[in-house]
């Protein structure tokens, strides 16, 4: 019989194509996404990976599995509220609503009644001057390292920001504040050491050069023994004095004080005490969206608002929309897991342990996101066993647990609860996967 060479039955792209499932993936797909799911089943059956009568279903799997965007939504099993790796902080309802109405055309940057161009972003600075009434001016930036550019560039370029070196931070994967301020052509005037710094400090490095003083909240970690720090309050007199700008990066974002988190600073006291811009994130404890936040005395933001800079650190629509609804709206989903209640936390833990029949043990959750570093959120996970947590953040859906101490901990702070039967079934699926693996590694 005559051999024939498999890889000439492998189907062609133009049938593939002709598919009635592929073309209705259209709808969905780029014509390019969709070609390169063809070219990569096809490249599987050349190289002998698969059958070629297998191409079709492996495509129309792949073709139905794919969606336009390759971010995966994951459930948050690892009791750290402001996850970084996973986006921050979850929206509020009343956030992602206001995403989709702002996602068409939108008033923006035009007042309906008269036609004519408005302030952009009018109604988050409406309802950040309405949550934090010591505030005269708010301006929204991109992030918090955008609105500490732009500060910075404004009040102090070509001249000196005066900070104390136990401010100077590093905040996250390489990000660190003395580098970002430097790159916008502003000094840095380094004052006290990295544990202590003083009044007279500050004072004896003010003069005809410093364009402003900052105050950097040292967000992810804490100097405990030995040390001392100049607070906003007895700073301002001084800077009030020699009429230089004092600038206080919050990095949280707390707009007023959380008594949960009693040393995290917020901007009605930093602006109470002295402050005349206060900068802090959306994304942090606000429970927003990535923006910068500004706030305080009019003039200083009228100015940073008219920087030329201004334009290119300027947030989106969207932005803007889920972070005025996040102001003005109900309890965020961060809030919403900071003050959990301990009691209904327990009951849904005890009730996944039991139809799982698996051990609860205490575990405390975290703020995260590089804020209260010191405070722990008492709290219980479910524990199972550490080879779980692959299965699991690769599961549908993804769950990321945390892996400590040779186990695997769920902790449900920031799983909401409608999800707790859908964290039920990750395990479930999770253990059976497990329990595959480990049959095939006996055998
Ligand atoms: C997080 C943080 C920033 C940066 O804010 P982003 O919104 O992440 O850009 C700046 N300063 C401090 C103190 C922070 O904690």
Redesign the pocket.
């Known amino acids: 019989m005559e051999h024939v060479d498999p890889r000439r039955r492998i189907p062609r792209t133009d049938d593939l194509l002709a598919l009635p499932a592929v073309g209705a993936a259209r709808k969905r797909l780029s014509e390019g996404v969709i070609r390169d799911l063809v070219r990569q089943a096809q490249g599987q059956a050349r190289r002998g990976e698969l059958a070629p009568d297998q191409v079709e279903p492996v495509l129309l799997a792949a073709v139905a599995a794919r969606t336009a965007t390759t971010l995966r939504p994951v459930l948050n099993a690892t009791g750290v509220v402001i996850h970084t790796n996973l986006g921050r902080a979850p929206l509020s309802a009343c956030a992602v609503e206001a995403l989709i109405a702002a996602s068409g055309y939108v008033d923006v940057e035009l007042d309906l009644a008269t036609g004519s161009r408005s302030r952009r972003g009018a109604g988050a600075r409406a309802a950040l001057l309405a949550a934090c009434p010591a505030a005269e001016d708010a301006l929204v930036v991109n992030?918090?390292?955008?609105a500490?550019v732009l500060a910075t560039t404004a009040l102090a370029a070509g001249r000196e920001v005066v900070v104390s070196r136990g401010e100077l931070?590093e905040?996250g994967a390489g990000?660190r504040?003395p580098d970002l301020i430097e790159s916008t052509g502003a000094r840095l005037h380094e004052v006290g050491t990295t544990n202590r710094t003083h009044l007279r400090d500050y004072a004896n490095a003010l003069g005809p050069d410093t364009g402003c003083v900052l105050k950097?909240?040292p967000?992810?970690f804490r100097v405990d023994g030995f040390t001392s720090a100049v607070p906003l309050g007895e700073l301002s007199p001084l800077t009030a004095a020699h009429g230089v700008a004092l600038v206080a990066?919050?990095?949280?974002g707390l707009l007023a004080p959380d008594p949960h988190l009693p040393e995290e600073p917020d901007a009605a006291t930093a602006l109470a005490n002295g402050a005349d811009v206060v900068?802090a994130?959306?994304?942090?404890l606000l429970g927003g969206p990535?923006a910068?936040l500004l706030l305080g005395r009019a003039e200083i933001i009228t100015r940073l608002s008219r920087h030329p800079l201004a334009r290119a650190l300027r947030a989106d629509k969207l932005a803007l929309a889920a972070l005025e609804a996040t102001v003005a709206g109900g309890p965020s989903p961060v809030v919403r897991a900071l003050h959990a209640d301990a009691g209904q936390l327990r009951r849904r833990t005890d009730k996944l342990a039991q139809a799982l029949g698996v051990p609860v043990v205490s575990h405390d959750g975290r703020v995260g996101?590089?804020?209260a570093p010191g405070v722990p959120l008492p709290g219980w996970a479910l524990r199972l066993p550490e080879g779980l947590a692959g299965h699991l953040r690769t599961g549908d859906p993804a769950v990321l647990p945390r892996v400590h101490d040779g186990s695997c901990l769920i902790d449900l702070r920031c799983v909401p609860p409608l999800d707790d039967e859908r964290i039920l079934d990750a395990v479930r699926q999770a253990l059976a996967t497990l329990g595959v693996a480990d049959a095939g590694k006996a055998g």
Do not use: M
């Open positions: 992030n918090g390292a955008a500490l931070v905040i990000f504040l950097v909240h967000s992810n990066d919050l990095g949280s900068i994130s959306g994304d942090k990535q910068g996101g590089g804020g």
